[in-house]
């Protein structure tokens, strides 16, 4: 298993620009999460989804949309970038049901820059 | 909301010695998980340890274990025989039983660093 793979690893883009994040999961997990990091904090929670067609905000979704088509798959979608998302951006998948125990398994990140 | 507070930005100890990152946190549920990423320079989230909060014993995973004080919501991380590898940030964080379909809750992180 791949385990949860994101692509690209670096982007610089320019204000105003749009791009997608991608993000990928083998192991039929049916939660995902985009999380992003500033420097010198934690974690912080965008978008998530609990399966292919359902999404929901999480603690800082502005400027960013999500889709599920299907299992796998769970792209972030930056429009208009500015210079306050620059950041690194985590996703990560969970099993779900009666034996979850909220282990999340995170991809490598995806460092973004706006300038 | 739940809240997770990480009171030391730095920890600093010798290599083969013993040190122990402390973490609150704040929450009105009575069944939860609590964990322990370390995330090296590379960026890579990497799963510590981890804590069911209905169970009284502390986690132990080799040279990492926890102390799990559950009415002080207390969650601290003790690291024994310190090695150049455990050099890291490390990130306390909270997770709602259940399937945790909300996210996990992070605490700033703790810097650690193992002095040769």
């Known amino acids: 298993n791949a385990g949860v793979t994101q692509t690209p690893k670096f982007r610089i883009l320019k204000i105003g620009q749009s791009m997608t994040l991608q993000c990928a999961q083998d192991m039929n997990h049916n939660y995902m999460y985009w999380y992003r990091q500033d420097p010198g904090m934690g974690l912080k929670l965008i978008y998530y989804?609990?399966?292919?067609?359902?999404?929901d905000k999480g603690e800082v979704p502005n400027g960013y949309n999500v889709s599920r088509s299907t299992t796998e798959d769970f792209p972030l979608r930056l429009e208009l970038a500015a210079p306050s998302q620059t950041s690194v951006y985590f996703c990560?998948?969970?099993?779900?049901?009666?034996?979850?125990?909220?282990?999340?398994?995170f991809g490598p990140g995806t460092r973004l820059t706006v300038l | 909301a739940q809240t997770v507070t990480q009171s030391q930005p730095e920890m600093s100890v010798q290599e083969a010695e013993t040190v122990t990152l402390s973490c609150t946190y704040d929450?009105?549920?009575?069944?939860?998980?609590l964990f322990w990423y370390k995330q090296p320079p590379s960026r890579q989230m990497i799963l510590v340890i981890r804590q069911e909060a209905y169970k009284q014993q502390n986690a132990t995973e080799n040279r990492f274990s926890v102390n799990f004080q559950k009415a002080a919501k207390s969650f601290s991380l003790k690291i024994s025989d310190s090695q150049l590898g455990d050099a890291a940030m490390y990130f306390c964080a909270y997770g709602r039983t259940g399937g945790g379909a909300d996210g996990l809750t992070f605490g700033k992180g703790t810097h650690l660093i193992i002095q040769p």
């Open positions: 929450t009105s549920e009575s069944d939860y998980y």
């Open positions: 990560a998948s969970e099993t779900s049901g009666g034996f979850s125990s909220n282990e999340q398994f």
């Open positions: 989804s609990v399966g292919a067609g359902i999404t």
